[in-house]
């Protein structure tokens, strides 16, 4: 069966430093993998995704991933926090099964990130 | 315009009450989903429509009931549910081909329901 990982509860950084939020996989086949973001009281947002090609995924608001085989890993990262950048994050991955191969989103438990001024 | 709309934002209902929540959508997708979720944890997946046809139902309680009335819209339909149904209930859409794997879902903003 197909599931991801977010290993850490909450992530704290100092604004202007870099964030890195985990996510590992478990997957049979291609991986299919997302990052969301979801500001308080409000639905998620698409990042980025990682298909195919390069292992480093570049998405919205100076956000990356990168993709990493041997490590069954796919982290989001920014170069520079910030404030605004608060929020709760979500790694999902395509569930391969699934009637009509309709492929539905398979989430992790979420992380917090807190960026502090 | 790439927005999945919801309405109503809010509702209160009681346990007794007949209640719908709407999704529009205008994108051309051709996959939508319900999705419900409690305070920081991750989506749950509802129901999916493919072609206007349900096509996957997670075992959700009959109180709930879907419904997608034409390409852009998507329905679901609230009768005496329990107070333990209070959530934020999310209506997504994706592309729906032979490439839906790599395509990702847009969400709308959800609707806080709270059953008293």
């Known amino acids: 069966a197909q599931s991801v990982a977010q290993p850490e509860d909450q992530v704290n950084v100092a604004e202007g430093n870099p964030l890195t939020v985990k996510c590992t996989y478990s997957?049979?086949?291609?991986?299919?993998l997302f990052w969301y973001v979801q500001y308080p009281n409000r639905g998620l947002q698409f990042l980025l995704k990682?298909?195919?090609?390069?292992?480093l995924v570049k998405g919205s608001y100076g956000f990356e991933a990168e993709f990493n085989k041997s490590q069954t890993s796919f982290h989001l990262k920014k170069p520079s926090a910030l404030v605004s950048d608060s929020a709760l994050y979500f790694c999902?991955?395509?569930?391969?099964?699934?009637?009509?191969?309709?492929?539905?989103?398979?989430f992790g438990q979420g992380t917090t990130l807190q960026v502090k001024p | 315009d790439t927005e999945v709309t919801q309405t109503p934002k809010h509702l209160v209902m009681g346990m007794t009450n007949k209640k719908s929540l709407k999704c529009e959508q205008h994108?051309?997708?051709?996959?939508m989903y319900w999705y419900k979720q409690k305070a920081k944890k991750p989506p749950e997946l509802m129901f999916v429509?493919?072609?206007?046809?349900?096509?996957i139902n997670e075992s959700v309680p009959s109180r709930f009931s879907p419904e997608c009335p034409n390409s852009s819209l998507l329905n679901l339909h609230l009768h005496a549910l329990q107070p333990e149904d209070s959530a934020l209930y999310l209506c997504?859409?994706?592309?729906?081909?032979?490439?839906?794997?790599?395509?990702?879902?847009?969400f709308g903003q959800g609707t806080r329901l709270t059953v008293v």
């Open positions: 429509y493919s072609y206007e046809k349900l096509s």
């Open positions: 990682y298909i195919t090609g390069d292992n």
């Open positions: 994108m051309g997708h051709r996959a």
């Open positions: 997957v049979s086949g291609n991986p299919y």
């Open positions: 999902a991955v395509r569930d391969a099964k699934g009637s009509g191969n309709t492929g539905k989103l398979i």
């Open positions: 997504a859409s994706s592309y729906r081909d032979r490439g839906l794997m790599n395509t990702e879902a847009f």
